[in-house]
């Protein structure tokens, strides 16, 4: 492989006695109990939680089908039915947008803060590859989440009200209302977020065209090149389909404010709405932890971390057999799986189990508990006696999330490996120029 951090540069990374890229997650968090169960409450990372009602949203687009459709004076009873099922559903995903949006906002918080946190720290090249890695990741939040969340979701609401209303049709102010609630008023956020979002996955397309450009050059040969081949394409095919979905569903949805063939172009914008989200959640989206101080790093250090990630999902995922001799390739005490799980940022997901577990609960949490700070610390100041049982946790639970979890990370090395690419080119092309 081509070592690129042996080319001259004005902005090159500081040399460093490391040879291991290491993005760790917290050591202590934060848990709550709500009705739901314990969750983390801790602003420390983005989640990839994105609501899969929300994928249903083009079909709130479509809720006012009956309205338009059958729009005459009396309204027949079938038609009223409909009008029923159609506003209830566009009222019931929008609420779902809605909620979404909560999740969206605090993604977004965290990656705002991160953002003046890369602008403050050393190292140009390490800081400018995690800068621009979170630039994109807030603008996806931003555009295709909250967003998408607030006008289309607005949209299905104003759909709703309409919708509703039409069913009182026979008074011509309700009737008059309910066009415009049901037409092109709650139809037009919809159409403008459509347009938002295919300029913004031209961008997103033309950027992952550009990782594949350098790294055909620079990692000629290596591993690593159809695992980041396979990762743009999957962020491509989200953006592609999302974004045509979206301008065309913005087109139908203005045409069915007055012809009925409108809605016959949104039935493969609802397909694709659907396929979209479920494509994002399992193939495109990651959590990933705060980053304090951006780590100095190498091709070859990104890529020996990606490869490594990967060695350890596939060692878990052999299932049977597997122990905690075998993953760490010897005796592992509570203290080095606990190090395991903050270097690997396993330790919040583990915390949750530690409190959800009827076999460990009792050492860290009591029945009227409503919150609980878990720590390493916390966790190995336990008798000794007690360390067995939680080793007995820590394994079940990294066969059962640790496969998932290293996928995540996997994908966010991806991205680190790409932009760095991108970086260190333009890096080397300011030096030439100077």
């Known amino acids: 492989m081509k070592d690129l951090s042996a080319v001259p540069s004005a902005t090159a990374e500081p040399a460093s006695t490391s040879t ?43 809720g006012d089908f009956a309205a ?16 029923a099922i159609g506003g209830c559903s566009a009222f019931v995903l929008s609420i779902c ?16 803060n991160q953002r003046e946190v890369l602008k403050e720290s050393r190292g140009e090249l390490s800081r400018d590859t995690f800068a621009e890695v979170t630039k994109r990741e807030l603008r996806i939040e931003m555009i295709n989440r909250w967003l998408m969340d607030l006008l289309m979701g607005g949209g299905a609401m104003l759909i709703s009200i309409g919708t509703f209303m039409a069913i009182g049709g026979a008074n011509p102010k309700v009737w008059f209302a309910s066009n415009i609630l049901s037409g092109y008023l709650g139809n037009a956020p919809i159409a403008l977020f459509g347009l938002m979002s295919a300029i913004w996955a031209t961008m997103v397309v033309a950027k992952m065209n550009a990782h594949l450009t350098v790294a055909r050059k620079e990692l000629q040969g290596s591993p690593a090149l159809p695992v980041l081949r396979q990762r743009c394409f999957n962020v491509q095919v989200f953006f592609i389909v999302n974004g045509a979905s979206n301008v065309l569903g913005g087109v139908g949805s203005m045409l069915t404010a007055e012809r009925w063939w409108g809605y016959v172009i949104l039935i493969p914008v609802i397909i694709s709405s659907i396929f979209c989200n ?31 990630s990967s060695q350890l999902r596939l060692s878990i995922q ?24 903050v270097k690997h940022d396993l ?3 583990f915390a949750l189990r530690l409190v959800t577990n009827k076999h460990v609960r009792d050492l860290f949490v ?11 610390d916390g966790i190995l100041a336990r008798e000794e006696e007690h360390h067995a049982a939680i080793l007995g946790v ?41």
């Open 318 to 341: 052999d299932g049977a057999g597997v122990d905690l001799e075998s993953i760490f390739g010897g005796p592992a005490g509570l203290k080095e799986v606990l190090e395991f799980f």
């Open 68 to 83: 338009n459709v059958w729009n005459e004076v009396p309204v027949p009873i079938y038609a009223i039915v409909f009008m």
């Open 347 to 349: 330790f919040e997901q």
């Open 394 to 434: 820590a394994l079940t639970f990294l066969m059962k999330h640790g496969p998932r979890h290293m996928l995540h990370r996997e994908r966010f090395l991806l991205e680190i490996l790409g932009t760095y690419l991108v970086e260190q080119k333009r890096s080397q092309t300011v030096a030439i120029e100077k």
């Open 20 to 62: 291991t890229l290491h993005i760790p997650g917290p050591s202590s968090v934060t848990l709550t109990k709500s009705r739901s169960g314990w969750s983390c409450i801790d602003d420390n990372r983005l989640r990839n939680n994105l609501f899969a009602a929300v994928g249903f949203l083009e079909l709130a687009n479509a």
């Open 97 to 112: 947008a809605f909620c979404d949006s909560t999740k969206a906002l605090r993604n977004i918080k965290f990656l705002k």
């Open 278 to 308: 479920i494509w994002w959640r399992h193939r495109v989206g990651y959590d990933r932890p705060y980053i304090p101080t951006p780590p100095p790093m190498t091709l070859d250090t990104i890529t020996e971390a990606l490869e490594a």
């Open 366 to 376: 009591r029945t009227e508990d409503v919150s609980a700070q878990i720590s390493v």
